[in-house]
């Protein structure tokens, strides 16, 4: 009883809190919070009953999600991150090849993670390593569209590649990510309690039937996560998607959600710019409409949240100008403003 006891010392830590922690920070996508927080609380039980002598029964959590653009993907996992307070690597799908190729070998992703804790083996040994636009490494269907005749060195050979440390243990990862050619420059990292979650926006990905699913179809609300079978038909390795038995689809953002970004999270954009405009002595303060028009410009440009900053940065061009010639006054951003700026700068 007292291993059981000493196994589960964590428990502070629980999924509702780890979503209560995310919700602080991520406006809507409660569904995929929801799964994020179980997939690493169980990938916590599980790295701390193989400490206490475990067998290796159970199987790591590793993490797909699935969803448009600026639906905050990467957001989510590099909170996650901070919330467990593990180091977090990030990294492009499609900057692997397969190994014997010019580009990246997917070692380089562990090499990452190592940088992120400054060469420290035991940190990065419990980190996540987050790899985007996984869905670009779908296998072609023709060698000779690619130019790579009988080998898919953007695709196929890639995901072979992978299968190697989605549930490795032991493996060599360069020191040095910048020269990671340098095969002398070596180190070795236990990657079994490393967590992985890849995420992409999967264009055109259907059910099988030909009916595209979840935000690529007509009803964008009722987001169906995709089956293995759609999976695999869009050019995954079963081996692959075996790997990764944790997904998720994630919503398009509305208008509102939008604006709640904009205003609402920790890190939300307009407290920030009014504290910017705070030390100039300026009161800077934005409309209803104003923040609504705002978000209908983010969703017509298709990037999500992403777009957010890029638009503000428009909208208060005017105003961080002036800053400090205009101390002591109070500024209402409204919707004329919005829609002047983004006609200008179009």
């Known amino acids: 009883?007292?291993?059981?006891?000493?196994?589960?010392?964590?428990?502070?830590?629980?999924?509702?809190?780890?979503?209560?922690?995310?919700?602080?920070?991520?406006?809507?996508?409660?569904?995929?919070?929801?799964?994020?927080?179980?997939?690493?609380?169980?990938?916590?039980?599980?790295?701390?009953?193989?400490?206490?002598?475990?067998?290796?029964?159970?199987?790591?959590?590793?993490?797909?999600?699935?969803?448009?653009?600026?639906?905050?993907?990467?957001?989510?996992?590099?909170?996650?991150?901070?919330?467990?307070?593990?180091?977090?690597?990030?990294?492009?799908?499609?900057?692997?090849?397969?190994?014997?190729?010019?580009?990246?070998?997917?070692?380089?992703?562990?090499?990452?993670?190592?940088?992120?804790?400054?060469?420290?083996?035991?940190?990065?040994?419990?980190?996540?390593?987050?790899?985007d636009e996984i869905d670009k490494i779908a296998r072609r269907g023709g060698g000779a569209r690619t130019g790579s005749a009988a080998r898919d060195i953007g695709g196929e050979g890639v995901q072979q590649a992978l299968l190697k440390i989605l549930e490795g243990e032991k493996i060599f990862v360069p020191v040095n990510v910048t020269a990671h050619w340098n095969k002398y420059d070596y180190t070795e990292v236990d990657i079994s309690n490393v967590l992985f979650i890849c995420a992409g926006a999967f264009n055109e990905l259907n059910d099988g039937d030909g009916k595209a699913i979840g935000f690529f179809g007509d009803d964008a609300s009722q987001s169906a996560e995709p089956s293995t079978e759609s999976l695999v038909k869009?050019?995954?390795?079963?081996?692959?998607?075996?790997?990764?038995?944790?997904?998720?689809?994630?919503?398009?953002?509305?208008?509102?959600?939008?604006?709640?970004?904009?205003?609402?999270?920790?890190?939300a954009m307009i407290p920030e710019y009014q504290r910017l405009c705070a030390l100039d002595q300026i009161q800077l303060d934005f409309s209803q409409d104003a923040l609504l028009e705002i978000a209908g410009a983010a969703l017509k440009q298709k990037l999500g949240a992403r777009a957010l900053r890029a638009i503000l940065e428009k909208v208060l061009h005017p105003v961080l100008f002036v800053g400090p010639e205009r101390a002591g006054e109070r500024i209402v951003i409204e919707p004329d403003d919005v829609r002047k700026a983004l006609t200008v700068t179009a």
């Open 1 to 131: 009883m007292k291993e059981k006891r000493d196994i589960y010392r964590f428990l502070h830590v629980t999924p509702r809190r780890l979503y209560e922690q995310l919700d602080q920070y991520v406006i809507g996508q409660k569904h995929a919070k929801e799964v994020l927080a179980i997939a690493a609380y169980n990938h916590l039980k599980r790295i701390e009953y193989l400490k206490f002598g475990g067998e290796v029964s159970i199987r790591k959590s590793n993490v797909l999600m699935i969803g448009p653009s600026g639906s905050g993907k990467t957001y989510l996992a590099r909170t996650l991150a901070r919330i467990l307070d593990v180091p977090f690597a990030y990294n492009d799908a499609t900057a692997f090849t397969e190994a014997g190729y010019y580009g990246e070998d997917v070692e380089v992703a562990i090499g990452r993670l190592l940088y992120a804790t400054n060469q420290n083996v035991s940190s990065a040994e419990n980190g996540i390593v987050f790899i």
């Open 234 to 267: 869009y050019g995954f390795l079963p081996e692959l998607l075996g790997r990764l038995p944790v997904r998720v689809q994630l919503d398009s953002l509305s208008a509102p959600d939008l604006v709640s970004i904009l205003t609402q999270p920790r890190e």
